[in-house]
C-alpha cells in the first residue's frame, strides 16, 4: 500500500510529533511505501501575521503542491495528523481533487476548540462546543493568549464547519479513546465516520527493574498537565519518596524554585526517549496529574510498556487506561491532597505495588503492542479507501 501522511511539526517536538514518526516507520517496517508530506511551525517566525492568518485559512502554496505530490505518488490513502496552522485545510481539498481517500487522527480538541485543549483559566472548559462562532475564544484570548490570533483559529473553524470541510473531505476520524470520541460527536462530528484504534510502542522498551524508589512526571511542563497539583502534593507527603520530574515548559521556573525548596523533588529537563524509558524502568511508579481532557495518554502506556504503575487523575481519556489497584490508582483531578494520599497508599503497599508492575506489562503486551496496532491501522486505511470508492462512485454517477 502506498501512504501519504501529512503532518505540520510543533515548534516544540511532543506527543503528536512522537506518533507521526512512529507510525511512518512501522508502515515501513511491514512494506508499506510512505511518502511524508512535512511542514514545520519553525517557518512562523519568519511569516507576517497577516500572511500566516490568511494561510490559516487556505493556503494556496499547499494546496498545489500537495495536489502534484498525489498525482506523482498516487497514494491508496492520504493519513493526516496535524494541518495547523501552515499546511490548513487546503490540504483535504487537495487530496479530494484527486480521488485521495483521507483519514484523519484526532490528537487534540482543535476542531471545537481554538486552542485544542478544552481547557481554559486553569480549569476545563467547554464554552465554544456548541457555538457556531466560537466567541468565547475570542473573548477569553485563548489562543496563545492574544485575541488577535484567537480570532485567526475561530474564523478558520467557523469558515470550514460552515463549508462542511470536515463533513465532507475525511473518509475516517481516528479516536484514541471513547472519551475523547464522544466529544467529538458532542460538538457535531457524525459518529459513523470514527474508527478506534489505541496508541502504541514501537519499538518495545522492555519491563524495568523498579528498583530506584522515586516516583516520576514526565511531560510538558503547564498547567493543564497538573504541575501546580503534583508540586503541592508533594508539599504535603507525611513519608516523602524522591520525585523526578523530566520536561520543559512553561512553568518550568516552578519546578524549579520549587525543587529549590524541596529536597525531594528534583528537575531533570529534557531527556532523550531512551533515557525516559530508563527513568520509568526503575520508578517504582508515575504521576499523570492531568487537569484537562487527554486524548488518549501515551506517557501512560510507555509507563505499562516499562512494567510502572501509573497514578493518575480521573479526568478524560486516561481512565480508560488506568485500571484502579490493578494497573495504578486514581485520585481526584486537581485535588492535591487526594494525589498525596494515593502516593502514600503505594509507599505503604508494596507487594500490592509489585503485582501492579506485573498487571501494567500484561495490559501493555494485550493492547499497546505494534502488531495489534499495525493491523487496527491498515484495517482503518481499508475502510477508509472502500468509502472513498463508493464516494467517488456516487460522483460518478451525479456526472452521469
Known amino acids: ?32 511505501t510512505v511518502y511524508r508530506y512535512t511542514i514545520h511551525n519553525d517557518q512562523i517566525r519568519d511569516t507576517h501575521p497577516l500572511t500566516l492568518a490568511s494561510n490559516t485559512l487556505w493556503n494556496s502554496k499547499i494546496y498545489q503542491e500537495l495536489k502534484q505530490v498525489m498525482r506523482e505518488f498516487k497514494p491508496d490513502v492520504a493519513h493526516f495528523h496535524n494541518t495547523f496552522p501552515i499546511i490548513s485545510p487546503s490540504a483535504y481539498y487537495a487530496a479530494k481533487a484527486e480521488g485521495v481517500p483521507v483519514v484523519q ?98 519499538p518495545d522498551p522492555g519491563i524495568g527493574a523498579g528498583k530506584g524508589g522515586y516516583a516520576l512526571f514526565v511531560g510538558r511542563l503547564s498547567v493543564e498537565k497538573g504541575l501546580g497539583v503534583l508540586l503541592n502534593a508533594w508539599e504535603r507527603l507525611n513519608h516523602p519518596i524522591p520525585l523526578k520530574v523530566v520536561g520543559d515548559g512553561p512553568m518550568a521556573h516552578l519546578v524549579r524554585d520549587v525543587a529549590e525548596r524541596v529536597p525531594d523533588i528534583e528537575w531533570l529537563g529534557r531527556k532523550s526517549l531512551l533515557e525516559v524509558y530508563e527513568l520509568m524502568g526503575n520508578a517504582s511508579f508515575l ?77 501493555f503486551e494485550a493492547k499497546y503492542t505494534a502488531d495489534d496496532n499495525y493491523q487496527r491501522l491498515t484495517e482503518i486505511y481499508q475502510a477508509a479507501i472502500t468509502k472513498g470508492q463508493i464516494r467517488q462512485g456516487l460522483l460518478n454517477q451525479q456526472i452521469v
Open 1 to 32: 500500500m502506498k501512504v501519504l501522511t501529512i503532518h505540520n511539526y510543533y515548534q516544540q517536538f511532543g506527543g503528536e510529533d512522537q506518533i507521526f514518526q512512529t507510525e511512518n516507520h512501522l508502515l515501513e517496517s511491514r512494506g508499506h
Open 105 to 202: 487522527t484526532l490528537h487534540n480538541y482543535r476542531l471545537l476548540c481554538p486552542n485544542g485543549l478544552f481547557f481554559r483559566d486553569g480549569k476545563v472548559c467547554e464554552d465554544c462546543v456548541q457555538q457556531l462562532i466560537p466567541l468565547s475564544s475570542i473573548i477569553h484570548n485563548c489562543y496563545r493568549n492574544s485575541r488577535t490570533e484567537t480570532l485567526g483559529v475561530a474564523t478558520m473553524l467557523t469558515l470550514h464547519s460552515f463549508l462542511r470541510t470536515w463533513l465532507d473531505n475525511i473518509e475516517v476520524f481516528i479516536a484514541y479513546s471513547q472519551f475523547a470520541l464522544d466529544k467529538f460527536v458532542e460538538g457535531g462530528l457524525p459518529a459513523n465516520k470514527f474508527m478506534f484504534k489505541t496508541n502504541f510502542l514501537h
Open 287 to 363: 504521576v499523570f496529574p492531568s487537569e484537562w481532557y487527554e486524548t488518549f495518554g501515551r506517557v501512560a502506556i510507555e509507563a505499562f510498556a516499562c512494567g510502572t504503575p501509573v497514578i493518575a487523575a480521573d479526568i478524560g481519556a486516561i481512565t480508560e487506561l488506568v485500571t484502579p489497584y490493578k494497573t495504578g490508582l486514581h485520585f481526584k483531578a486537581s485535588d492535591a491532597q487526594d494525589l498525596a494520599a494515593k502516593v502514600e497508599w503505594a509507599i505503604a503497599h508494596p507487594q500490592e505495588l509489585t503485582q501492579m508492575r506485573h498487571n501494567a506489562r500484561t495490559e
